[in-house]
């Protein structure tokens, strides 16, 4: 199995939380992303790991699949991050 826990620095978001009648447990607001899936992990003492997930569209799959590409929209990020661009005639293109 993968490796879940990707930091050990868990903070206390609630306390006392309860299921509802209908086994349902609310997650705060703060915790709570518009677009986000959990996967559900629990382990034998009880205690439950929601580990949150995104979609991508398949068309941008490749890219998560293409490590040195994948680099290379990291750095340009990075650069575009620390004012380091440049103007790009596009006709030129």
Known sequence: MATIIRDENFIKRADG???DSRRRVNLPKSLVDEGITYHIYSNSMGQIILDPQVTIPAAELWLFQD???LASVKRGLTDAA?????KV???NL
């Open 17 to 19: 939380v309860k299921p």
């Open 67 to 69: 490590a040195e590409a």
């Open 89 to 91: 005639n596009l006709e």
């Open 82 to 86: 620390r004012g380091k661009v440049s």
